[in-house]
């Protein structure tokens, strides 16, 4: 099918206007006209090839949100006028160990990405969410709950699950002691769902003044971690520590905050850690770092339902689909608060025909 969304065709070039072809759908499909889409950083170094491998022309977009519009005739999970979600990917193998356990993201044989990937079934191109329309297996569709805000839930696909994922896997409760650090799309979404889940919570910012939205997001308390004093306050205490920052940075000061067995789990920042990782803390009370991506279907279908169950939705600013490479530069100098969503009817507005 003939659709048209926005793409990169070089690391340099803007984001432009592209028409292009997407499959016809399968017996399993199903065809989402895409209201939503929200506006993830890792876009923006797609779309530039910061991380290698961009494959152009590229149509960005992983927080996908629609209505669906057609089903094929295998379908049981979904109905025409359904409102649903895409996330990060569209498909796995399906039979491999991690697969089995609903850990799609996993994938021992690699899934396919919504963009800049290629569907393993006919070699196609896959093209993200900056466009009219998806067409996607309904394994790898989620159910958006009544009542939820479209526009609010798009980040939930990328940002909601992302730290969804890690406060459930180390079992974030009532008798949780949680930090996150940094406040952006990932941050700001961390402090709603452990807030929500019942922890205490605590953010972590290097910048002052951010204390009002963070108790309004749901921070308990504020540590600025360039204050040796605020630090010290904070030794020994967290089970948990999400750390969101998403460029190198050192963690060995948060290691000293953390509780006996505690973890801080890294979801930001992909690639060597500076300076060296000191594993004396580590050893002497049993506290550890990991890392944590995405989450498979199962996980982030109960992440919505969570959402819906809580009246939670990312904090966003609506735009439209022009405005995106605009809305690249204001990312990187993070003047958003704290996600942009692209309003797909602008896409289908007369000077976008």
Request: proline share 5%; hydrophobic share 40%; glycine share 10%.
């Amino acid at each position: 099918m003939k659709l048209r969304g926005y793409a990169a065709h070089s690391p340099e070039s803007p984001l432009r206007l592209f028409q292009f072809d997407r499959r016809e759908p399968r017996a399993t499909d199903v065809v989402i006209d895409i209201l939503y889409c929200g506006v993830c950083h890792s876009d923006i170094h797609n779309a530039r090839n910061d991380w290698g491998g961009a494959n152009y022309p590229m149509v960005p977009g992983h927080e996908i949100v629609g209505r669906v519009t057609q089903v094929g005739a295998e379908v049981t999970r979904f109905r025409v006028g359904d409102a649903v979600g895409v996330g990060c990917m569209v498909d796995s193998c399906q039979h491999c160990k991690a697969c089995a356990r609903g850990l799609e993201q996993y994938c021992e044989n690699g899934n396919t990405l919504t963009y800049n990937d290629v569907d393993p079934r006919d070699g196609m191109p896959t093209f993200g969410g900056y466009s009219e329309r998806i067409v996607v297996s309904e394994k790898f569709v989620v159910k958006v709950p009544d009542g939820l805000d479209l526009a609010g839930a798009a980040p939930l696909l990328c940002a909601g699950i992302t730290t969804w994922s890690p406060l459930r896997h180390w079992k974030v409760g009532p008798d949780s002691k949680v930090a996150v650090v940094g406040l952006g799309g990932l941050g700001h979404m961390a402090l709603k769902l452990a807030k929500a889940m019942g922890a205490e919570v605590t953010l972590f910012t290097r910048s002052a003044g951010k204390e009002d939205d963070a108790r309004r997001l749901g921070a308990d308390h504020i540590v600025l971690s360039t204050d040796a004093v605020q630090m010290a306050a904070a030794q020994n205490t967290f089970d948990l520590i999400v750390d969101t920052v998403p460029y190198v940075h050192d963690v060995n000061p948060y290691l000293s905050t953390l509780a006996v067995s505690g973890t801080l789990v890294l979801v930001g920042y992909l690639g060597p850690l500076e300076p060296v990782l000191n594993s004396a803390p580590m050893v002497m009370n049993r506290k550890a770092v990991a890392g944590s991506l995405i989450g498979g279907l199962p996980e982030t279908q109960e992440m919505l339902d969570f959402c819906g169950q809580h009246g939670i939705t990312s904090d966003i600013e609506v735009i439209r689909m022009e405005q995106i490479n605009a809305s690249f530069e204001r990312m990187l100098k993070s003047d958003v608060k704290y996600r942009f969503v692209i309003d797909m009817s602008s896409l289908r507005a007369p000077e976008n025909r």
